[in-house]
Structures are given as structure tokens and as C-alpha cells.
């Protein structure tokens, strides 16, 4: 069974970075598409932030260039580079992985990011 594993969050001051992590477990093949999703208090989850196999990425309009997600050295891992974090960037960060070995896609259990100002 493949799981993800998630870790990076805490508590950071307005402007400050934080980097998260994740890696998948169990999967003995390469996985499609990883990325990462945020849901703040009352609000809807959201994406922030995909790669590819291949390298391509995407990120939430929101970002506008404070973030930057890679592939980690190990297989299927992701790294997500948060700078100039701001109050509106508090929120509970979950890893997704998707795949077609996946039969879809699998979610990490989340790490909660709060920024103080």
C-alpha cells in the first residue's frame, strides 16, 4: 500500500520561509504527478503547487513566485520551498500523489503551516 508522508510545517513570523516535505512509501513504480494542497479554517482545500515526472510545473495564482516545488533525490518525493510567507498562507498543507498504478490519487495526512504577524 502507498502512503505519503508529509513534514516541514510549524509556526513561522510574517516573511519568513518554510520548507515541506513528502515522500511516498511502498511504490515500487514512478509516480505520475505529486504536488501539494492547502485548506485554511472555513475555506476550500486548494492546489498550490504540481510537478511532473518529467519536471513541469504548476503553481496557484496565489504564489506568484514565493514558492518553488521540486522533485527530491529520493524516488517519488517532493519538495515545497515557501518564502515570503504571509498570515494568508496559514493553513493545513497536504501532500497528493496521482498516478494510474495509483488508481488515482492518495492523499498525505497533512502539516499544518501557521504564519504569525
Known amino acids: 500500500q502507498v502512503q505519503l508522508e508529509e513534514s516541514g510545517g510549524g509556526l513561522v513570523q510574517v516573511g519568513g520561509s518554510l520548507r515541506l516535505s513528502c515522500a511516498a512509501s511502498?511504490?515500487?513504480?514512478?509516480?505520475?504527478?505529486m504536488g501539494w494542497y492547502r485548506q485554511a479554517l472555513g475555506k476550500q482545500r486548494e492546489p498550490v503547487a504540481q510537478?511532473?515526472?518529467?519536471?513541469?510545473?504548476h503553481y496557484g495564482d496565489f504564489v506568484k513566485g514565493r514558492f518553488i516545488i521540486s522533485r527530491g533525490d529520493a524516488k517519488n518525493s517532493v519538495i515545497l520551498q515557501m518564502n515570503n510567507l504571509s498570515p494568508e498562507d496559514t493553513a493545513v498543507y497536504y501532500c497528493?500523489?496521482?498516478?494510474?498504478?495509483?488508481?488515482?490519487?492518495?492523499w498525505g495526512q497533512g502539516t499544518q503551516v501557521t504564519v504569525s504577524s
Open positions: 497528493r500523489a496521482s498516478s494510474a498504478a495509483l488508481n488515482g490519487q492518495i
Open positions: 511502498g511504490a515500487s513504480f514512478d509516480i505520475s504527478l
Open positions: 510537478i511532473t515526472r518529467g519536471g513541469d510545473t
